[in-house]
Every structure is written in structure tokens, then in C-alpha cells.
């Protein structure tokens, strides 16, 4: 039987989306592809990072649930988190706010008062943007922010025998949205608070050879690694570091906590690539921080061991595949 | 009578609310303000501008009436005017899509035609973004350019006895616009295919004191250039260039062709403000601009002249103020 023809986005999904979209980049300057999360230029003797990211109500966010101060907090952390990925600092963003015409001034007041508290944090400014009319409030970041030649840690520099690293631990913004969405009473900050690992990253990419931020899941994020890498790679699942927290909403919601880490996304954590002999480096400044894995050649292929027992890895979080806009409502 | 209190955004309106989530930029590096259509940043010896734009379905666009292709355009022409208007050239362009998930493959298709027909002609890259889900399609681009140092045209430069001049022909959009929405025959192709003027603002810049892009009508942007410069002025109604196709669409609609000027949006033509001296020099090499007010000191205020009559000068278009969206529906 033939596969049948894609005929709307859904068909599909964003990854086969991204490809079809893209073309080549041919511009010497521009050291990164379409697809990575952030792009590089060089300007004179600078490497200049670029990334645009938006969130839309009732898909990333909802008022329910969501203080217009968070919403804020969490358009310039998800940047930010770009940025970090690429061992980079943020320096400048530009805001284009799409509002409908009845928003209270509550919101942006709230909003604004989120978003100037994240630039503060970090030490960047917003130096300009737009707003304009929509039905739905959608929040554009473009952030711009630099980092040094040595320091630049792209998806694709990942090594065979290196070791697949994870900071802190990871889930938590599912599992939050998960026991939001079931109306379960939890702990659910992560996800309406998620933080960016900005300080981390910056020792990180001392050492590392690959990095990337946990937005879609684990298992989307090593896919990536992989992909731009050209490699394989197995992931250990007892090794993935799990909350209390969030191994209490997989009671609660009587789901294998493990699949918030490696499906749900969000975390804003860093996955990361190093070699054995740096890693003890790395353990000497930084010690938040867990080894879940190691980088095998492409022909291995990408694995999931549960007790020396193969499973299936599946992809992340998809947008264009995923239901939860129904539930958000 | 105690003015009520704004609630909505629709109470304040763009220009009150972008003033409302402003704050003072610290950074020395930085040579604009929020407010300005494109940030300016000094990276060594290097001005970088950088700007970003949303367009909405039903509020910018309608698949009615606009191909996917001239959606992708125009996406990228409302920015490269942005660039544009500062006399800078494009040098790369981030997108972020929001999608429902039943759009047709051949609306991405057809869009990313346009898009990479526009950085084609201008010679910029496409070097990244991010898509996501809505309930509605958002295009958000994100354009890095940059500018000469004595080429930069802020809105700030304009100077007593300067005279204001606009390129090409202005009204033509919103002639397009408001044919469309009555259903009338007429041409409307100003409206669907909007042109940047990228090579003109490249030999006005040489000569200009200040520059905007015509995005929300002439009144509207000549307001913009005197609050900026702390200047009045003065705008002869007769000298507004409006084309013969505008005039026949005034007659179609029994409007004042000048209103579709004066108020109507996204020509993407030049205002300027240019000493006498100067002209004579932009003269030489340009010719298709017109010559339609003189700046003025602050205290004059800002005026619309007829026949040496002083008019109510309005202001422009306001996404929070017009009621567009129920026409596009």
C-alpha cells in the first residue's frame, strides 16, 4: 500500500515541516543551518546569535492558569534558554505582541512587569518591537545575544563515546501541565515558571561539545543532537533524573514519570554532550547535573535501555500532532 | 467632566500603549528608543538595525484575496521597508509561523515562494525561526540589516525649514483595501502586492535629515517624525501624490482620494525631510518623490493646509481603534 499524499500540516508534523521550508543557506557568515534553535552569524570578529520564539494563548499559555506576569517570564525565559543552549548571553529582544482590542491594560501591565523582570535578571534590554491585532494574544520574542568563538556549542558537535548529560532534572514542566489539565491538585510552578539555565550554560560550554535546551523532551532533544551530529546514541532510563515532584504526579496521574521527561517538554534544562576527561573537569566547577547516556556511532543507531533491555524511543512533543489545545480550553 | 479611566487597549490605542510598556534603554550601544520601527545597535564599527513585524490573517491578510505567494511577499516587504526607512540594506530575515493544523501544505508552499522571492531580490537569507500552533495564521519576521553610519535617517533628524517629501504615490493601499471590502471592481493590487522602495531610500539616505516608512498613512507618519524631532509642520493637501487609479477608487466609494492617503496604510513609500540645498542634489539623481509640506518649529503644531485653508489634520491607522476585522470576516 502507498503511503498516502501530506495534505495539511498535521500530516506532516514539525520536524518534516522544518525540512520542507528550508533551503539552503549560502552566506559564509551564517555558521548554522535552518532548523537549529538559534542562528549564528559572524560580524567582524563576533559571533552573533539569533532566535525568535512565540507563545499563543491556549496552546502555550492560558489565563486560567497562567498570571499575565508569568506569561511574560516565560516568553523571555524560553529565549533565553536559546541563547544559554549555544553557551551564549543574551543582549537585546524585540517584542511583536499580537492583542485583541478588548485585552485588559492588567495584562500587558502584568505581562511588561514579567518581561522587564527576566531582562533585569539577565542583563539584557528590550530595545523595540511591534504590536498589532489578532483574535488570539500571541508574544513573538527575537533575541539577540553573542558569544565567544570557543565557547559556541552547536547540536552538532557531538563525538562518538561522549557522554549524554542532562542539568538538573527534567519532566517537571509536563508533569505540572498534566495535573493542571486533569484539574490534580500538585506542584505545578515548573511548568507556569520555567527557568532558564543561563549561569550553567556558561560553565557548560567550557567543556562541552554539544548542547541543545529541553523544549520538546529528551527524547526529541538527543533525536536532534543525533540528526545534526550524524551519530547514535543509547539513553540509560533508570539514569534520568527524576523529581519527587514529579514522580508523585505519575501517581497521581497513574503514568510512567519517565514519559513527562522524555515526551513532555518545556523543562528548560540543557542536554549536553562531553568527553569523559572533560566531564571531570566540568564536575570540579558544576555538579547539578546528570550522565544519562553516551554517543555511539549513527550505524547503532538511538536507543532507550531500561535495565540492559532495549525500548522503543519515541519523538518529543510535536505541535501540529498533539491535542492539548482541546484540553486548554 | 473626569476623563473615565482606560480599561481596554482599545480605550488607549498603539501609540498610547507602546508608550505605556516602554522604559529608557540603558545600554550607550543603543541609538534608538522603543517606539522606533527599527532598533539600531552599534556593534563596533558596524550600526546594526534590527526590526520585527506581525501579520495576522483577517487583520492584515485574507485568503480571499491574497495568494499564499502574496501573503509570503508581503510578510517580507513590510520589513524590508522598516530597513528601508533607516537607509540601511537587509542582510537576514527570521520567521516565525503560527499555523492552525488543518492549513493546506500548499499555503506553506505558496508562501515560502514569497518569501524566498523577496530575499532573492534583495539579496538577504533566511537563516532561521520557529513554528507553532494558533488558532489563527500569524507570519512573524524578523529582518537584520545594517546602515552606514552618515546614511542612518532616524525619525529624530528633522530640522526647521526642512521640506517633507514622499516617493512614488500614496493612498493606493487603502484605495485596494477599502475596494476589496465594498466589492467593488477597481485595482487593487497596491494592496495585495505592496513594494518596499529598498534602491530609492539607498539615494535619499545620502541626503535626507529624516525618514519613515509609510505603514498607517501620511498624517500618521508625519507626526511621528515631528514628536521624534521636537518639531511642528505644515502639509499642503494639493501636493499629496495621488495616483489616477486612487482618484477613480475615491469616485467608486464617494471618498476624498486624499483620506486613503492621508489615513489608509502600508503604502510602503518614503516620507522624508530634506534641507532646500539637498534637494537640488536629490534632484540630479532621483526624481520620483514629491514635495508635500515643510517642517516647522515646535510651537507652530502640525497642520493640513487647502488652498491656504487650515484643515484638521487626523491621525492615522490604529489596530485597536478600526473596526477592519468585521469587514474581513
Not at 548542547?211 to 523532551?217: C, K, T, W
Not at 549536553?272 to 569523559?276: A, K, M, P
Given at each position: 500500500m502507498r503511503a498516502k499524499k501530506p495534505k495539511k500540516i498535521s500530516d506532516l508534523g514539525e520536524v518534516a515541516l522544518i525540512k520542507r521550508i528550508s533551503r539552503k543557506i549560502k552566506d559564509k557568515n551564517v555558521l548554522t543551518e535552518i532548523g537549529d534553535d538559534t542562528a549564528v552569524i559572524k560580524i567582524r570578529d563576533r559571533y552573533i546569535l539569533l532566535t525568535t520564539d512565540t507563545i499563543v494563548e491556549n496552546d502555550h499559555f492560558n489565563l486560567n492558569w497562567f498570571s499575565p506576569l508569568q506569561v511574560g517570564k516565560k516568553s523571555m525565559e524560553s529565549n533565553v534558554s536559546d541563547i544559554a543552549s549555544m553557551g551564549g548571553m543574551p543582549k537585546y529582544a524585540l517584542i511583536s505582541l499580537c492583542l485583541r482590542e478588548d485585552t485588559p491594560l492588567e495584562f500587558i501591565d502584568g505581562l511588561y512587569r514579567g518581561i522587564y523582570r527576566v531582562a533585569k535578571k539577565y542583563g539584557f534590554e528590550i530595545i523595540g518591537g511591534n504590536i498589532t491585532h489578532g483574535s488570539e494574544i500571541s508574544i513573538t520574542v527575537s533575541m539577540i545575544g553573542?558569544?565567544?568563538k570557543e565557547r559556541l556549542t552547536l547540536r552538532s558537535g557531538a563525538k562518538v563515546a561522549d557522554l549524554v548529560c542532562v542539568t538538573g532534572d527534567i519532566g517537571k514542566s509536563s508533569a505540572g501541565l498534566s495535573l493542571l489539565?486533569?484539574?490534580?491538585k500538585g506542584y505545578v510552578k515548573p511548568h507556569l515558571e520555567p527557568k532558564a539555565r543561563l549561569k550553567e550554560s556558561q560553565i557548560i560550554s567550557r567543556f562541552?561539545?554539544?548542547?541543545?535546551?529541553?523544549?520538546?523532551?529528551l527524547a526529541s532533544e538527543v533525536r536532534h543532537i543525533c540528526d545534526m551530529s550524524k551519530k547514535g546514541a543509547v539513553i540509560f532510563k533508570e539514569k534520568i533524573p527524576i523529581s519527587g515532584h514529579t514522580k508523585e504526579a505519575g501517581k497521581i496521574l497513574r503514568k510512567d514519570p519517565t514519559d513527562f521527561a522524555?515526551?513532555?517538554g518545556e523543562d528548560f534544562e540543557l542536554v549536553?554532550?562531553?568527553?569523559?576527561k572533560n566531564l571531570k573537569k566540568l564536575k570540579k566547577q558544576f555538579k547539578n547535573f546528570s550522565v544519562v547516556g553516551k554517543i555511539l556511532p549513527k550505524s547503532k543507531g538511538i536507543h532507550l535501555l531500561e535495565k540492559?533491555?532495549?525500548?522503543?524511543?519515541?519523538?518529543?512533543?510535536?505541535?501540529?500532532?498533539?491535542?492539548?489545545?482541546?484540553?486548554?480550553?
Open positions: 553573542d558569544v565567544k489539565i486533569k484539574k490534580k562541552a561539545n554539544a548542547m541543545i535546551d529541553v523544549s520538546d523532551g522524555l515526551y513532555g549536553f554532550t562531553i568527553s569523559e540492559g533491555k532495549k525500548l522503543k524511543l519515541g519523538s518529543g512533543y510535536d505541535h501540529f500532532k498533539s491535542n492539548i489545545k482541546e484540553y486548554y480550553k
